[in-house]
């Protein structure tokens, strides 16, 4: 039968078996295809790391079908101020956001790589819903990528470098937001941004009344050295394509004498269109969703086409933009020499 199989009814059982039975399998989700494995057995959990090639010191996200499933995975009852923290930001879920929180003792240290915290999210994508309520047990998934690659977007994407390692890929369309999750860590020190994502720094220190600058104070970029306010494996994860990749404001490349591939985030004029092999135009008129929704496998069309360099637009650094900019900034980074 073949690896990726259309998330029907039948596949959905399957998967279920699969992952009760401690296999992997590539899932859906709004944001990326994550690499599922059942969080309470740790053999299973472990494959993941061997999969990927994902150093063990980098945890992984535990999935649920509800915040009325978190005791799988959170230890409850949350202190107060935590409490009330989580109330402020839980219509975001089901959603693109992950919340960091202190770790059940039901999880695997694997999971949690020895931290005494567990990062969790109840993701929106209607067959990982289904496969949730349908698993009596959380699922740990990391993006369905090899560590350091880009993010799958797409079940076809899944199956570069992970095939020998995966039980099936369940086939759910191609993702609707196509950036990871937003990460945001609660605790009585005051609720700290990890990773930006789909949800907006600027709607979670609303809700959370506080400003952008206590929600985020040490927002690193990757080429900093790494702080204990960042999540673990982060500031060193460029999620690179193997092609040299440059941002438009970097790139100092006169008459193009190299082959190179432009991703223009709008349409760009036929005189600066022709001097590229490829152009890749991610939205019409710039629209930031469509960009972010569209970018990845933009990024992998351009890396398996024999170019010398990728040249990839800027965008301002706000709202979903900052996602954005920190995605193509690690992919920046990843190529170059220090
Ligand atoms: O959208 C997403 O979040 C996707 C889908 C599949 O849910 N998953 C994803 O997982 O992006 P991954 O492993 O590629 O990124 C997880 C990030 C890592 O940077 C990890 O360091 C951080 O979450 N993380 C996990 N547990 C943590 C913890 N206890 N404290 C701080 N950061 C944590
Ligand atoms: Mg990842």
Known sequence: MDLIRLANDDAI????????????????????????ANAWDADAVAKIFVAKGRPSSNPLI????????????????????????????????P???????PASKRIPTQVTAGLSTVAIRVPSHPVAQELLRRCPFPI??????????V??????????????????????????????????????????LLRPGSVAA????ARL??????????????????????APGMMREHYSPQTCLRLIDDARIEPLATKAGRIAFKQLSADEASRYTIVETLSENGDLSEVSRKLFAAIR?????????IIVDVCEPIGLGRAIMDRLRRAAAGHRSD
């Not at 059982?13 to 599922?36: F, K, M, Q, S, W």
């Not at 959603?95 to 929180?101: A, F, H, N, S």
């Not at 020998?164 to 605790?187: K, N």
């Open 301 to 309: 069309r351009l890396d398996g086409a024999e170019l010398d360099l």
């Open 140 to 149: 740990a998934a990391p993006s369905a990528n090899r560590s350091k690659y």
């Open 95 to 101: 959603g693109p956001l992950t919340v960091v929180l």
């Open 62 to 93: 535990v999935h649920v079908a509800s915040i009325d499933d978190l005791d799988r995975a959170v230890a409850l009852p949350l202190l107060s101020g935590v409490q009330s923290q989580l109330d402020a930001i839980a219509d975001l879920w």
């Open 202 to 205: 600027e709607s979670l220190a």
């Open 13 to 36: 059982n399957a998967a279920c078996e699969h992952l009760t039975r401690g296999r992997l399998v590539a899932i859906p989700t709004e944001t990326v295809y994550g690499l599922a």
């Open 209 to 230: 009344n506080i400003s952008l600058d206590e929600l985020m104070p040490a927002m690193n970029p990757p080429d900093h050295e790494p702080s204990e306010l960042s």
């Open 151 to 192: 993010s799958p977007t797409t079940a076809a994407h899944c199956c570069g470098g992970l095939s020998g390692h995966l039980a099936m890929v369940l086939d759910g369309g191609p993702c609707d937001l196509g950036l990871e999750s937003t990460i945001v860590r609660l605790s009585d020190d005051g609720p700290r």
